[in-house]
């Protein structure tokens, strides 16, 4: 259940109860794949890193260890040792991307898997039992991914296709955490608003999936190539048709510029694999700035990566180790940088729900929005 606790502008200070903990929002979800963030970090190194809530992937779970193992092993809290909120999407944006030969039906999509080329079919059904299996916090529904630009005429289809495949999604949801023997029965099921780059479909998707009265709403179908300020435009036309009293998630978004535009425009909750993806690249985000640790210029530099972050990485290394660890590819490297920047995502969700507390959010928005996704001073 989620509550508003105070607003600023559009901006919502809240708190969403899960039966695995009360999530503070605004939040961003640590992205966890195949149950383990890439870098070399597990579940308990997530609790020290301030993360609230684990993404974790229907569709690569699937394919590999599969849900039906995971099942067997306690879903997957007890899987992975992971005790808080845990979010699984549905495998509809991977199967949309990864498979190359897929068929669309009514019933739903048949393709081939990317590890083995196997044929699979998964639509609203096979999706909410995978998830299920898995038992995750919150289920995410099964949708149609339409690239962006789409023409007009197949966009409006896939969004009716989708309204259809969500109401599918409920009736199986609500069915199987009935059941004896299921692994979280108060599973919670999220839908998604669809809708590709179009005002008018965005917003009579919103109007349509709105009166299914679902514990929470995403947008979805957005950071996927189109400007940024698109994707700024269709939160705020979508924003006023999403029901006050229900959580907000913004799909796959994005950097700490995306995240402050995405606050100041009503939502609540965000994932990214960037912040652990660019880590691995030695790409650090630091309170002036990205700094990219592979530098020269850091080679004898004795200072943490950001004198202002408190992480576990930056009271122990210096820039220069950390650096010698990239040049010498020791796996090292990875966990660290890794540690640094999800640290850093879920102390600036901190320090903007402190800004909304405090009724100062735009002054908060104006001093990071022109800094923190440009180059830093200092690796210039």
């Known amino acids: 259940m ?16 899960t039966v695995h903990g009360t999530v503070k929002t605004p939040g961003f979800m640590n992205v966890a794949t195949v149950a383990a963030i890439k870098g070399g970090l597990s579940a308990y190194d997530l609790a020290d890193i301030r993360c609230q809530v684990m993404l974790c992937n229907t569709y690569h779970l699937h394919v590999r260890t599969g849900d039906e193992a995971i099942k067997e092993m306690g879903g997957l809290h007890r899987f992975t040792g992971w ?21 669309i039906k009514e019933e739903g999509v048949t393709f081939h898997s990317h590890i083995d080329g196997r044929k699979i079919f998964m639509g609203p ?22 690239e962006n630009p789409a023409p007009y005429e ?25 059941l004896p023997g299921t692994v979280n029965p108060h599973q919670l099921l999220f839908g998604i608003n669809q809708g590709c780059t179009f005002d008018d479909l965005r917003i009579r998707h919103m109007e349509e999936i709105a009166r299914l009265d679902l514990d929470g709403y995403a947008i979805g179908g957005l950071a996927v190539g189109e400007p940024a300020e698109t994707m700024y435009h269709v939160i705020s036309q979508v924003e006023p048709y999403m029901p006050a009293d229900k959580i907000r998630y913004l799909m796959g978004v994005g950097t700490p510029g995306n995240i402050l535009e995405g606050v100041r425009r009503g939502v609540d909750l965000f994932d ?18 990205v700094l990219n640790i592979n530098n020269a210029r ?19 290394f210096s820039r220069a180790y950390i650096r010698h660890l990239h040049k010498a590819k020791e796996v090292l490297a990875l966990r660290l940088c890794v540690m640094h920047n999800l640290w850093f995502y879920n102390t ?13 959010y735009e002054a908060f928005y104006q001093k990071y929005i022109g800094v923190l996704d440009k180059r830093a001073p200092s690796d210039d």
Request: glycine fraction near 6%.
């Open 154 to 178: 197949y966009a409006k289809m896939s969004c009716e296709r989708t309204t259809r495949w969500l109401i599918r999604c409920k009736e199986e949801h609500d069915r199987l955490n009935a």
């Open 298 to 316: 850091f080679e004898k530099d004795e200072c943490p990566i950001d004198e202002q972050c408190d992480c576990p990485v930056c009271r122990r």
């Open 125 to 146: 059904e096979e999706s909410m039992r995978i998830q299920s299996n898995l038992g995750s916090t919150i289920a995410m529904a099964f949708d149609e991914c339409v």
């Open 348 to 360: 600036l969700m901190e320090k903007i729900r402190a800004a909304l507390e405090e009724g100062n």
């Open 272 to 289: 990214c694999v960037m912040p652990s993806r660019n880590a691995r690249h030695g790409h650090l985000f630091t309170w002036n700035g």
């Open 83 to 103: 005790q808080g909120p845990i979010l699984t999407d549905s495998g509809g944006f991977q199967v949309f991307s990864l498979a190359q030969l897929r068929a």
């Open 2 to 17: 989620y509550r508003l606790i105070k607003k600023d502008g559009f901006a919502r200070l809240g708190e969403f109860e």
